[in-house]
């Protein structure tokens, strides 16, 4: 797929290149090119021109556009952000690339489109195409990208500000036929409010106000003053673009005039308008005279009454309702594109195989095993640039946003960070959801917008990571029911391919695992696992005694479960050891943190093996001194920071699975010191307690 594109090496356009660019070409045309200010940049037009020059010396006017292969557009407004019109595009499945303007800042947003055509076009087709996109921003695209020689800065100027440089994937914008219900016309006002009368008017409103209203003997100049004249020629001229319509509607307002002449006055003045387009009047000189003359705005409910179907229609859109006054309906359609006019993408890695860019990598395991920890393994190797568990070299050094839900952020989260060697001025950590004076929990689905705005302002980010997924899904959802977590993880899997931001995620394993596959040790639903592209199973080893005999180490397995995105990863491998940081500041206390030590080993198991292992493992006898011993490492978390309420101790085992029998046994087992201050009994570990790492 090429993109015909004619450049222009400066404003003066006296001479003309012609391109045939792939997409990837264009846009790095776009983003590359470079000048000490806007005036110096080169321009660009979707368009083949003939070789004719003006009488400015000039290729770009509109009597010399011979075909159109796309069409430009331009936003200046500053209310509508880069992202929030990339988001429009994209939701539009239209192709197109959209740039930031030379002009542009974060607080005062400028950008351009370009939008190819399956095929050239005749010109008289860009006014068309070019409403189909002012109606998806409901009417704020600016006037002058309905001007069909109209052509337009690229590149960036060399002072520091942002440039940006984006495809979408979609349909050709003339192939969308459905867009022409919802396309927008020039504004009037020249001021750029949008509203919705003017929606309402469109070029009918002002058409109507220049034939019946607008005068020809009573203007600040005199008709007969040639200056008054071309000043309102030049203004209809402007406010439509120059097609045969405007033309006519000049034509009919100048026989107002004794001294109308056809063939001398209109027709070669039209021409001179096209070879040289007015910048300085516009539709807001013709509807400040329209309301003079009138002595008012009176005038349009004439229109109004006439057009009164057109009218309700157009506000009935704006407003959400119909003519009538009840809410619309909500259209639904299908959207769909052809392959063809996809343009393909390689797969981008953080770490390849395990985490990429746009993509939701889950992770599980039965708890005590470290899955926290290996995340934040990975959040050190991201934010300080360090080799990867298995020896791939480092990605450059960026930032994550982390989502924990289950672990104190001065007193865990934090220690554990520095101890993996984690760059903590490039951790950023979601704690509530602040709602006027209210504070609740971060919602999946509520609060993702809020999430990519964070990401976007942040600049850099690379990684979400979320402990665990269920706590942000709400109290009500269902994780054995595939339609209630799809729902949930859908929209989290799109805005990770949205923003190229990879998202880990920690999961529960299933309960009661019978099959010994992988796969099937994800929570609850295979939704989950279905959502994300990329799962891992942390698993114990396990190794023959001399007596023949299956025993669990000290070593745990990462194991590559799910690679819809690669090949299978090899298996590796680590164990949990406990390091000192620092000494607390207020308590003089050592700070003892656990920290994922990989080994750097492949290990000679797949996932599917490794599982398998440790379910056989499970026979009668063995499977209760193991729920013992994951109910002791549990309680020796719950508790390794300090006295806990024993009512949260006693919820925290039953959620896991466990009876009240077999916590009374571990209690025992541990030595777990019963107190009872102010009323309320907890629980903490005796000062040699020895907790069996399984």
Same mark, same amino acid.
């Given at each position: 797929?090429?993109?015909? *594109?004619?450049?222009?090496?400066?404003?003066s356009?006296?001479?003309a290149k *012609?391109?045939d660019?792939?997409?990837?070409?264009?846009?790095?045309?776009?983003?590359q090119t470079?000048?000490?200010?806007?005036?110096?940049?080169?321009?660009?037009?979707l368009?083949?021109?003939?070789?004719?020059?003006?009488?400015?010396?000039?290729l770009?006017?509109?009597d010399n556009?011979?075909?159109?292969h796309?069409i430009?557009?331009?936003?200046?407004?500053?209310?509508?952000?880069?992202?929030?019109?990339?988001?429009?595009l994209?939701?539009?499945?239209l192709?197109a690339l959209?740039?930031?303007s030379?002009s542009?800042t974060?607080?005062?947003?400028?950008?351009?489109?370009?939008?190819?055509?399956?095929?050239?076009l005749p010109p008289a087709?860009r006014?068309q195409?070019?409403?189909? *996109?002012?109606g998806?921003?409901?009417?704020?695209?600016?006037?002058e990208?309905?001007?069909?020689?109209?052509?337009?800065?690229y590149?960036?100027?060399?002072e520091g500000? =942002?440039?940006r440089?984006e495809?979408?994937?979609?349909d050709?914008?003339?192939?969308?036929?459905?867009l022409?219900?919802?396309a927008?016309?020039?504004?009037i006002a020249a001021?750029?409010?949008?509203?919705a009368?003017?929606l309402?008017?469109d070029?009918d409103?002002l058409?109507?106000?220049?034939?019946e209203?607008?005068?020809?003997?009573d203007l600040?100049y005199?008709?007969?003053d040639?200056?008054g004249?071309?000043?309102?020629?030049?203004a209809?001229?402007?406010?439509?673009?120059?097609?045969?319509?405007?033309?006519?509607i000049?034509?009919v307002?100048?026989?107002?005039?004794s001294k109308y002449n056809?063939?001398?006055?209109t027709?070669k003045r039209?021409?001179?308008?096209?070879?040289? !387009?007015?910048?300085?009047?516009g539709?807001?000189?013709l509807?400040?005279?329209?309301?003079?003359?009138?002595?008012?705005y009176?005038?349009?409910?004439?229109?109004y009454k006439e057009h009164?179907?057109?009218?309700?229609k157009i506000?009935?859109?704006l407003?959400?309702h119909?003519?009538?006054?009840?809410?619309?309906?909500?259209?639904?359609?299908?959207?769909?594109?052809?392959?063809?006019?996809?343009?393909p993408?390689?797969q981008?890695w953080?770490?390849?195989?395990?985490?990429?860019?746009?993509?939701?990598e889950?992770i599980?395991?039965?708890?005590?095993?470290?899955?926290?920890?290996?995340?934040?393994?990975l959040?050190?190797?991201v934010?300080?640039?360090?080799?990867?568990p298995?020896?791939?070299?480092?990605?450059?050094?960026?930032k994550?946003?982390m989502?924990?839900a289950e672990?104190?952020i001065d007193?865990?989260?934090?220690?554990?960070?520095?101890?993996?060697?984690?760059?903590?001025?490039?951790?950023?950590i979601?704690?509530?959801?602040?709602?006027?004076?209210?504070?609740?929990h971060?919602?999946?689905?509520?609060?993702?917008?809020?999430?990519?705005k964070?990401?976007?302002?942040?600049?850099?980010?690379v990684l979400?990571?979320?402990?665990?997924?269920?706590?942000?899904?709400?109290g009500?959802v269902?994780?054995?029911?595939?339609t209630?977590?799809?729902s949930?993880l859908? !929209?989290?899997?799109?805005?990770s391919?949205?923003?190229?931001?990879a998202v880990?995620a920690?999961t529960?394993?299933?309960?009661?695992?019978i099959s010994?596959k992988?796969?099937?040790?994800?929570?609850g639903?295979?939704?989950?696992?279905a959502?994300?592209?990329?799962?891992h199973?942390?698993?114990?080893?396990?190794?023959?005694? =001399?007596?023949?005999?299956?025993?669990?180490?000290?070593?745990?397995?990462?194991?590559?479960?799910?690679?819809s995105?690669s090949k299978?990863m090899?298996?590796?491998?680590?164990s949990?050891?406990?390091v000192r940081?620092?000494?607390d500041t207020?308590s003089?206390?050592?700070?003892?943190v656990?920290?994922?030590?990989?080994?750097g080993?492949?290990?000679d198991?797949?996932?599917?093996?490794?599982?398998?292992?440790?379910?056989?493992?499970?026979a009668?006898a063995?499977k209760?001194?193991?729920?013992q011993?994951?109910?002791?490492?549990?309680?020796?978390?719950?508790l390794r920071?300090?006295?806990?309420?024993?009512?949260?101790?006693?919820e925290?085992?039953?959620?896991?699975?466990?009876?009240?029998?077999?916590?009374?046994?571990?209690?025992?087992? *541990?030595?777990?010191k019963?107190?009872?201050?102010?009323?309320?009994?907890?629980w903490?570990?005796?000062?040699d307690?020895?907790?069996?790492?399984?």
């Amino acid at each position: 797929m090429t993109i015909c *594109v004619t450049l222009f090496e400066d404003v003066s356009a006296s001479t003309a290149k *012609v391109c045939d660019f792939t997409p990837q070409e264009l846009r790095d045309l776009v983003f590359q090119t470079t000048a000490l200010g806007k005036t110096r940049l080169p321009l660009l037009k979707l368009a083949a021109y003939g070789s004719v020059l003006s009488i400015n010396g000039s290729l770009r006017y509109d009597d010399n556009v011979k075909e159109i292969h796309g069409i430009e557009i331009d936003y200046d407004l500053e209310r509508i952000s880069f992202d929030k019109a990339l988001k429009t595009l994209q939701k539009a499945r239209l192709l197109a690339l959209l740039y930031t303007s030379p002009s542009h800042t974060e607080a005062k947003p400028r950008w351009r489109i370009l939008l190819p055509s399956s095929k050239a076009l005749p010109p008289a087709r860009r006014r068309q195409l070019a409403a189909r *996109v002012n109606g998806l921003f409901l009417g704020e695209i600016g006037p002058e990208s309905f001007v069909l020689s109209q052509s337009f800065y690229y590149g960036k100027i060399k002072e520091g500000r =942002e440039h940006r440089a984006e495809w979408t994937a979609g349909d050709f914008i003339d192939l969308r036929d459905d867009l022409d219900e919802d396309a927008v016309y020039p504004k009037i006002a020249a001021n750029g409010a949008v509203s919705a009368e003017q929606l309402a008017r469109d070029p009918d409103l002002l058409e109507y106000g220049i034939r019946e209203i607008l005068p020809n003997n009573d203007l600040p100049y005199e008709t007969a003053d040639h200056r008054g004249w071309n000043d309102f020629g030049m203004a209809i001229h402007a406010s439509f673009g120059g097609s045969p319509q405007g033309s006519e509607i000049f034509d009919v307002w100048s026989r107002k005039s004794s001294k109308y002449n056809r063939k001398v006055n209109t027709g070669k003045r039209w021409q001179h308008y096209n070879r040289s !387009p007015a910048n300085r009047v516009g539709a807001g000189k013709l509807m400040r005279e329209i309301n003079r003359t009138f002595g008012g705005y009176g005038w349009k409910d004439d229109f109004y009454k006439e057009h009164d179907a057109k009218a309700a229609k157009i506000l009935g859109k704006l407003n959400g309702h119909d003519k009538t006054g009840k809410d619309k309906a909500e259209k639904e359609e299908l959207l769909w594109v052809n392959a063809a006019n996809v343009i393909p993408r390689a797969q981008e890695w953080l770490w390849f195989g395990h985490l990429g860019k746009g993509v939701l990598e889950l992770i599980t395991g039965i708890p005590g095993l470290g899955k926290s920890q290996v995340q934040i393994s990975l959040i050190a190797c991201v934010t300080a640039g360090l080799t990867w568990p298995d020896g791939t070299p480092p990605c450059t050094p960026a930032k994550v946003i982390m989502l924990t839900a289950e672990d104190s952020i001065d007193r865990t989260v934090v220690p554990r960070l520095i101890a993996a060697g984690a760059n903590l001025a490039n951790v950023v950590i979601v704690k509530m959801i602040r709602t006027d004076k209210k504070k609740r929990h971060f919602l999946l689905t509520e609060d993702l917008e809020k999430l990519e705005k964070l990401a976007h302002d942040l600049g850099s980010v690379v990684l979400i990571t979320i402990d665990p997924i269920t706590a942000y899904m709400g109290g009500r959802v269902d994780s054995h029911k595939a339609t209630e977590v799809r729902s949930q993880l859908n !929209p989290l899997q799109e805005f990770s391919d949205r923003t190229g931001i990879a998202v880990s995620a920690v999961t529960h394993p299933a309960k009661n695992v019978i099959s010994q596959k992988a796969i099937d040790f994800f929570i609850g639903s295979q939704a989950f696992i279905a959502a994300g592209r990329i799962g891992h199973v942390c698993t114990p080893e396990y190794k023959d005694d =001399e007596d023949g005999s299956s025993i669990r180490t000290d070593t745990v397995l990462f194991t590559h479960a799910k690679h819809s995105l690669s090949k299978s990863m090899p298996t590796l491998a680590y164990s949990i050891e406990e390091v000192r940081i620092k000494d607390d500041t207020v308590s003089g206390l050592p700070i003892l943190v656990p920290r994922v030590a990989w080994t750097g080993e492949i290990i000679d198991i797949t996932a599917d093996e490794a599982v398998a292992a440790s379910i056989s493992h499970d026979a009668p006898a063995a499977k209760q001194n193991r729920d013992q011993d994951r109910l002791q490492n549990l309680l020796g978390e719950l508790l390794r920071e300090g006295p806990k309420p024993a009512k949260e101790c006693e919820e925290a085992s039953l959620a896991h699975g466990f009876t009240e029998k077999q916590l009374r046994k571990a209690r025992e087992k *541990v030595g777990i010191k019963t107190t009872k201050e102010n009323g309320v009994w907890t629980w903490s570990l005796p000062l040699d307690a020895q907790i069996k790492k399984r």
